[in-house]
């Protein structure tokens, strides 16, 4: 099953897996919520997941179905890069995390490696993972932050005002304005200038 909420992304996606003989697209949508409920009705091995979706946040749709479906394996698929959002979607459930940037053929492989019950680790996630494993320097402020709270961090990191961020999310202001707060108290940061300084020091956006 495919979830994203570009139609041409799902497009090509589908072109690509039609080349193989092995892998049959069962299902797709377009939000956290339809996918929720396709992964209830339809039977799948594996779902690909975008991370960014207008509705619901994808490691909140991807706990969601883990806990209804923890036999389905989830296949992150993202345009964000490994040491934005790989580890926290393997803590959450995930069964591997794969950047949109990478090749067809990857793409394959990955989905016949979890269909067969294993996890797929690209060589960049698992450098991360060693990173993570073997550091025994206290977290960065900016991975103690919930899911939204990053995911609210890398958006005004990139210049999204809050109202731009409201509506790419769906959410009301009141509610961005509380995790921007809560992110910065979090991070013992100021404003948005050191936000964005920060992010940019950690690699977290690009200057």
Do not use: C, W
């Not at 803590?91 to 979890?114: C, D, F, H, T």
């Amino acid at each position: 099953m495919i979830v994203d909420d570009h139609a041409i992304v799902r497009e090509g996606l589908k072109q690509i897996l039609a080349d193989t003989d092995d892998i049959f697209v069962t299902g797709e949508a377009e939000s956290g919520l339809e996918a929720i409920r396709l992964a209830r009705k339809q039977h799948a091995d594996v779902l690909l997941l975008d991370i960014t979706m207008p509705d619901k946040n994808g490691i909140e749709v991807l706990k969601q179905i883990h806990k209804e479906k923890p036999e389905l394996a989830v296949l992150m698929l993202s345009m964000h890069r490994e040491d934005q959002y790989a580890i926290r979607s393997l803590k959450a459930g995930a069964v591997g995390y794969l950047n949109k940037q990478s090749a067809p053929n990857e793409l394959v492989k990955a989905i016949r490696l979890v269909a067969s019950g294993n996890k797929y680790i690209s060589p960049t996630l698992a450098q991360e993972l060693a990173r993570h494993v073997t550091s025994n320097v206290e977290k960065a402020p900016h991975e103690l932050l919930s899911d939204r709270e990053f995911q609210t961090l890398l958006m005004i990191a990139s210049g999204k005002s809050v109202s731009d961020i409201a509506g790419e999310l769906s959410l009301s202001v009141k509610t961005v304005s509380e995790y921007r707060t809560r992110l910065l108290s979090k991070m013992n940061l100021k404003n948005n200038a050191e936000l964005m300084h920060y992010a940019i020091r950690h690699n977290l956006v690009s200057d």
